[in-house]
């Protein structure tokens, strides 16, 4: 299996703009999560999915952050507008059950 | 609120020696402790987990210690070598959520 893919692995943006981060979980996994990783708060959830159901949002920080997952082959991340303060690494994660995450390998993200 | 702390930000150890890092958690409802390691510009992948109804979990060099009466747990890593020079992280699993401490910076000398 080829793992948790995450797409861009870099992405600069201007403050203002819209960036749309994507995920593409391990396939037969029906948990996704969403991570964010900053200096201050450290890795923090965002929010999961179960079987594409929105499950917790809790750790979402603001209205400008949004996710969705169409299928359980894909979910997106999106941020519009995007502030510098918006600038991380936002990992995705999927898991077959309550033990184990599977984690991609991130997207930083620049906010300029 | 921090529920899970790693309260030593880096760790220095010489090729051979024993690694100990530390993890604290004020979360009495976390049933489940995983150890993930971290490199540069890669997720992080899964080391070696314990559910809160043992004390201790074994897996090759990887070895972890859970005392719930002081919501402490640590990883030992006997013998250390080069390539554990990383990021670990400690979770905590609530329901199917994990929280994580700040991580541990690893580097083993020669």
């Known amino acids: 299996d080829a793992g948790v893919i995450q797409s861009p692995r870099h992405e600069v943006t201007e403050m203002g703009q819209e960036v749309t981060l994507r995920c593409k979980p391990i396939?037969?996994?029906?948990?996704l999560f969403w991570y964010r990783q900053t200096m201050m708060r450290g890795l923090e959830l965002l929010i999961y999915f179960n079987n594409n159901v929105p499950i917790d949002d809790s750790g979402m920080p603001e209205d400008r952050f949004s996710a969705k997952m169409p299928n359980a082959s894909f979910s997106t991340l999106k941020i519009q507008p995007s502030e510098p303060r918006d600038s991380a690494v936002y990992f995705c994660?999927?898991?077959?059950?309550?033990?184990?995450?599977?984690f991609g390998p991130g997207t930083r993200l620049t906010v300029l | 609120d921090q529920q899970v702390k790693q309260n030593s930000p880096s760790l220095s150890v010489q090729e051979g020696r024993i690694s100990i890092l530390n993890c604290d958690y004020t979360?009495?409802?976390?049933?489940?402790f995983l150890w993930y390691k971290k490199y540069p510009a890669e997720g992080p992948t899964f080391l070696i987990s314990?559910?809160?109804?043992?004390d201790k979990n074994e897996d090759g060099r990887f070895t972890v210690f859970l005392n719930k009466s002081a919501k402490h747990l640590s990883l030992h890593i006997v013998p250390s070598q080069p390539g554990d020079s990383a990021v670990y992280f400690c979770?905590?699993?609530?329901?199917?959520?994990?929280?994580f401490g700040a991580g541990t910076t690893v580097t083993v000398r020669a």
């Open positions: 396939s037969g996994h029906d948990y």
């Open positions: 994660a999927s898991s077959s059950d309550r033990s184990l995450q599977f």
């Open positions: 314990i559910s809160s109804i043992k």
């Open positions: 979360n009495s409802m976390f049933d489940y």
């Open positions: 979770a905590a699993r609530y329901d199917y959520k994990l929280s």
